[in-house]
């Protein structure tokens, strides 16, 4: 039996922690707030109850798998788990209203040639089995298995994206998002529908290869799910699940350091210069600052040797979000979406602002309202908007940091100023009047989040939320590996490890650690 230390209790960190307590390990997670669930929190007032991160769950599988190992109580025991159906509601510029229905390819198809017309559903139908073929192909090399050292095959976009002629000049392929909804789609409403998917996972898509054509097709594919209560609610089932198992938990403890000795940890400091023995030490955050050498310098035993996703001259800025917490007078209309999508009247500007560090005039903004009487007073209701923005930083200081703390390129917005905190709800309130009947006059009152307050809730540099891995871009958007970094026995887990930002990729990182402390060298991964 092995003492293993856990800095944070994230999700991809509790979900680590479970596994190995499950293996007979010795398991304490050291936190630094005074809370559980990482970047799933909750906010609370008056009788209103809102998520602060993710609003949905994709893959719920990962999550079951994870419930189903570590104790006798499955998954929809702990939660209650719904479909969303549509999965989403969206509203672009020209005035299209768009319904497309929960995991269900054809009603899928139907939709979009009754709304965009004939032919939009065959072209997004061929789309998605070309982006079926990149999942199959990248799969388990991304998700399931610990990150390989060659990383050729990662490297390559699996998409297949079909030859384009051009007249007089050689046939070329999409490469990128953008490409894919200009060349593929052909229609602008379904290439900001493509383009939303890239960019509420924080990925430009002029720049995110053609391979994040994986993240509709999982949506669609595998449906959308919402945890009643509110998500928040799956954190605490797990936190539970790690209770159970006999994991030890220290809240309001900063880890400082991990301490080392001859290559090896041994270790963690807290910042009140508390020492913890350790034979592991499993990192849910990102553990440069916590190291005495840089993990991901030259000159270090890293392998696999990757790029941190937002480094300079790579992929640019790592985006946050930017959230406004609506509370109504009302109840929600019958038939409401759960979600909805309404449009930015210029996708390519919104992304090139916020990529360039600033604020977009006129983001995309998506709304949720979920029928959940356990979120709001009777005959009130919850409403959470969200849009992708630039991260937090003092004006023109640089973006914020990658997973390995280089800077990203372009700019950062200050979004501690108050003005522009509130300037800009007001643009994402604004917008979500067309998804929100009679909005401005059924307000009660209005809570507003900032990339700067996700930096001072999870610790992430400038309130930056990580992105899915992803195959393709010469292996810029992968993510660092799970096996050691560093010093032997330092693992890493959660978002900024791999396979990435999200809540299933969270749990498959889990996953992946416990895989790799308790069968070491022989872990060929998930099965």
Not at 50 to 57: A, I, K, M, V
Not at 95 to 106: E, F, K, M, V
Not at 258 to 265: A, M, S, Y
Not at 306 to 318: H, I, L, R, T, Y
């Amino acid at each position: 039996m092995a003492r293993i230390a856990v800095i944070g209790a994230g999700m991809g960190a509790m979900a680590a922690a479970a596994r190995l307590a499950v293996a007979g390990h010795r398991v304490t997670v050291y936190e630094r707030t005074a809370t559980y669930g990482g970047s799933l929190g909750r906010f609370e007032r008056d009788g209103f109850v809102f998520d602060t991160g993710p609003g949905l769950l994709h893959l719920p599988a990962v999550y079951r798998d994870l419930f189903v190992k570590t104790g006798k109580e499955p998954l929809e025991r702990c939660v209650r788990l719904e479909q969303v159906d549509p999965a989403s509601r969206h509203v672009f510029a020209d005035g299209t209203d768009l319904s497309l229905p929960n995991a269900s390819r054809g009603g899928v198809v139907a939709a979009l040639d009754a709304a965009l017309g004939a032919g939009a559903g065959e072209r997004w139908g061929a789309f998605l089995n070309r982006a079926g073929d990149a999942w199959d192909r990248s799969r388990r090399p991304l998700l399931e298995e610990p990150l390989r050292a060659d990383l050729e095959a990662l490297g390559r976009d699996p998409y297949p994206a079909p030859r384009r002629r051009r007249l007089l000049r050689p046939a070329r392929r999409a490469s990128t998002v953008a490409e894919v909804g200009a060349w593929e789609l052909a229609d602008p409403r379904l290439a900001a529908l493509l383009g939303w998917y890239a960019l509420s996972y924080g990925l430009d898509p002029r720049r995110a290869p053609a391979s994040a054509a994986v993240l509709p097709y999982l949506e669609q594919t595998f449906g959308s799910w919402y945890v009643r209560g509110g998500m928040r609610e799956l954190a605490r089932a797990l936190y539970e699940r790690c209770l159970a198992r006999k994991v030890e938990f220290v809240f309001d403890a900063e880890v400082a350091r991990i301490v080392e000795k001859d290559g090896t940890v041994t270790g963690v400091e807290l910042a009140d210069g508390t020492a913890a023995a350790a034979d592991r030490v499993v990192a849910g955050i990102a553990p440069g600052r916590l190291l005495e050498r840089a993990p991901y310098g030259e000159g270090d035993d890293v392998a696999p040797r990757v790029p941190p996703p937002g480094a300079a001259g790579e992929v640019g800025p790592v985006p946050g979000r930017f959230t406004v917490l609506l509370a109504l007078r009302g109840a929600r209309e019958a038939g409401a979406a759960h979600r909805t999508v309404v449009h930015s009247p210029d996708t390519d500007g919104e992304a090139a602002e916020v990529f360039a560090g600033r604020p977009a005039g006129r983001p995309t903004v998506t709304v949720l309202r979920p029928d959940d009487p356990g979120t709001r007073p009777e005959g009130h209701e919850a409403v959470t908007l969200t849009a992708t923005v630039a991260p937090h930083g003092a004006a023109g200081s640089a973006s914020a940091a990658g997973p390995a703390g280089s800077a990203g390129g372009g700019g950062s917005v200050d979004w501690t100023d108050a003005a522009l905190r509130e300037s800009y709800a007001d643009v994402l309130v604004a917008a979500a009047g067309a998804a929100v009947p009679g909005l401005a006059e059924r307000l009660l009152w209005r809570e507003v989040g900032t990339p700067a307050d996700t930096a001072a809730r999870t610790g992430a540099d400038g309130g930056s939320v990580p992105a899915p891995a992803l195959a393709g871009a010469g292996g810029r958007l992968l993510h660092r590996a799970n096996s050691p970094a560093g010093p032997a026995g330092l693992y890493l887990a959660g978002g900024w490890a791999h396979p990435g930002g999200g809540l299933a990729h969270a749990g498959m990182s889990g996953a992946l650690v416990a895989g790799l402390i308790v069968e070491g060298a022989d872990f060929r991964g998930s099965r």
